[in-house]
């Protein structure tokens, strides 16, 4: 059992080289073992190309040795045409006898239906090694399928003393509380991500472009929330480097919850995750509303005397860092 545990988290490690260019396909890792060894791995290419397991089965140079070899992959394989044709076909056309499944595949495509063909192929299946470690690292893809929104993750910086922005400044630019290393991991992260999420407030207030300059990464698509029509035409956002998406009083009803409203279009435009970036009133209406999964929050070393003050969040934390003069904190909701 431990040499299948060790099998699959290197699936999961290798399944992360997928982060940022899968979505909405899940990042999947697989491996092929013969005798002990490693022959063969992969993981799932960006949207449209390969899945893992296809990409693992053509990285083995003798294939005669995959009927006499062990399979694992992080998720089910699927077992419908989509852009691509079905994991598990190929799987049985190779004759690969062995099939070790970190988690079952929620999306109901699939769900069961990849094992039940690889079964009734005659092909030994095991489901469930390290199920939460592959779970965890699905949980965009979960998330999207079984709560039919995308993985929420909410992003702030506030000063030591509890501030997100001033309450006046002289420019219509960012002002900074974090430090350039700090920036350039909020720029990997919106790399990581199908999209951002901002209100009209940021946009008027600072002109965020919301890409990814600083990292070498593709740009977020950017979501934009504006009730009052009022964000000026020639802002960053409109520059033509990323997709824009912007939610007004045509889209929802701002006069009921907009968090559950905004999730629904973004589940109908196929977007399994979002950073939601500010100000304090958009991310404090997800918050209300309890549509977060994860909150990444800044603390700098400045002050500001007055301001606005930084949302306030119940969650547990996971994870602490410390970036030179700057710490940050992962919370997870509950």
């Given at each position: 059992m ?14 992360k ?22 022959i ?9 190309g ?9 990285s ?53 239906k ?12 095991i ?46 630019k ?12 909020v ?22 472009s ?10 977020p ?25 912007v ?23 196929n ?38 003050k ?25």
């Open positions: 431990q040499i299948h545990k060790n099998y699959i988290q290197r699936c999961i490690d290798i399944a080289n997928g982060l940022g260019f899968t979505a909405p396909n899940p990042m999947v890792g697989a491996v092929i073992v013969y005798n002990n060894k490693i063969g791995e992969g993981y799932t290419s960006a949207y449209g390969n899945h893992a397991e296809v990409n693992a089965i053509n083995v140079k003798d294939k005669s040795l995959l009927k006499e070899s062990t399979l694992y992959v992080t998720l089910e394989p699927c077992s419908h045409h989509g852009k691509t044709p079905p994991c598990s076909d190929l799987i049985v056309k190779n004759k690969i006898p062995n099939v070790v499944i970190g988690c079952v595949d929620d999306n109901p495509e699939v769900s069961g990849g094992i039940k063909r690889l079964k009734k192929s005659g092909c030994n299946v489901v469930g090694i390290l199920e939460n470690e592959c779970k965890t690292h699905h949980k965009r893809f979960f998330t999207f399928h079984n709560k039919k929104r995308p993985y929420i993750i909410l992003k702030w910086a506030e000063t030591s003393n509890g501030y997100i922005s001033p309450k006046h400044k002289d420019e219509q960012p002002v900074w509380i974090t430090n350039t290393y700090s920036r350039q991991l720029h990997k992260w919106r790399a990581e991500e199908q999209a951002i999420l901002v209100g009209t407030n940021t946009v008027v207030a600072d002109n965020p919301l890409t990814t300059r600083d990292y070498t990464g593709k740009n698509i950017r979501v934009v929330i504006d009730n009052t029509n009022r964000l000026p035409k020639n802002a960053s956002i409109f520059d033509n480097t990323a997709e824009t998406i939610i007004s009083k045509e889209d929802i009803d701002f006069n009921q919850p907009i968090a559950s409203q905004i999730c629904t279009i973004l589940y109908q435009k977007i399994n995750s979002i950073i939601i970036e500010g100000g304090a009133q958009t991310l404090q209406t997800f918050i209300n509303e309890n549509l977060w999964d994860e909150a990444r929050i800044f603390k700098g070393s400045n002050n500001f005397k007055n301001g606005t930084a949302p306030i969040l119940k969650g547990t934390l996971i994870q602490n860092h410390k970036i030179q003069n700057d710490t940050f904190n992962i919370l997870v909701n509950d």
